[in-house]
């Protein structure tokens, strides 16, 4: 089933789009996250991706009130990602209403530590890969390891993650599409579904997401495409709809 996860990216308590992933390249969309989630609720998104771009680098949560704020203005599931380090953390995310939460840097960095989130909220544990020339991204994408996207997606092919996030930062906020190879061969690799992340421009890139070789994937994240107007959310969600239906 497809799901089109509109993003909201918070910065200093507002939404922004990052190009490249590049914190100094931010243009502000809303300074209201409240108003814009109820605002992609109000247009018929089913769920929203929210990530705290302060917290990855700071390896904390930071916008916290601007989440709080998100959680209270829409009755959608949302999940959160960006300096979620501990499982404490996680639990207090869960309690405050967080659907899912997506650990990234920590993925890397510790990840029996995922393992035993997934085993603890089972369910509720995303894991957010972010690649720059296939080789995996940490700490708010400002460093690469030496690990392949499918190699650190294989380590949690049977801890229970419900979802990876697979964006590719050299696509991500400059509108050239997704990824879609990439993307395949990561879902082909593991049975764990994938969301694909980075560069959704248009509504063509919907409608590739319809095809049949894109069924293994839960969905796809849309972030400035749908701030600048270039997507049209009622014709996504239309075509996404009817795909359903005919799938039903």
């Not at 995922?114 to 894991?127: D, T, Y």
């Amino acid at each position: 089933m497809t799901i089109l996860f509109p993003a909201i990216d918070l910065k200093d308590g507002q939404c922004v789009r990052l190009k490249l992933g590049d914190m100094d390249q931010a243009t502000v969309f809303n300074d209201d996250p409240g108003a814009q989630a109820k605002s992609f609720e109000d247009q018929g998104f089913e769920w929203l991706h929210v990530v705290d771009l302060n917290g990855a680098f700071a390896g904390e949560s930071v916008n916290g009130a601007a989440v709080d704020a998100i959680l209270a203005a829409t009755s959608n599931p949302v999940q959160l990602g960006g300096g979620i380090r501990t499982l404490e953390h996680i639990e207090a995310w869960l309690d405050k209403g967080i659907t899912r939460v997506i650990l990234g840097t920590v993925a890397v960095r510790d990840p029996e530590l995922v393992k035993e989130a997934c085993k603890r909220f089972p369910g509720k544990i995303a894991v957010g890969i972010d690649a720059k020339g296939g080789y995996v991204a940490v700490e708010g994408w400002a460093e690469t390891s030496e690990l392949t996207a499918v190699d650190l997606a294989k380590r949690f092919e049977d801890a229970g993650v419900s979802a990876i996030i697979y964006t590719d930062i050299d696509r991500d906020g400059i509108l050239k599409g997704l990824n879609i190879p990439s993307t395949l061969e990561l879902a082909n690799a593991v049975s764990i579904p994938v969301i694909a992340s980075g560069g959704l421009a248009s509504i063509d890139d919907v409608k590739r997401l319809l095809q049949p070789d894109c069924g293994i994937l839960e969905g796809a994240i849309s972030g400035r495409a749908l701030y600048d107007g270039r997507l049209d959310p009622q014709e996504a969600m239309a075509l996404i709809k009817a795909a359903r239906k005919e799938a039903s």
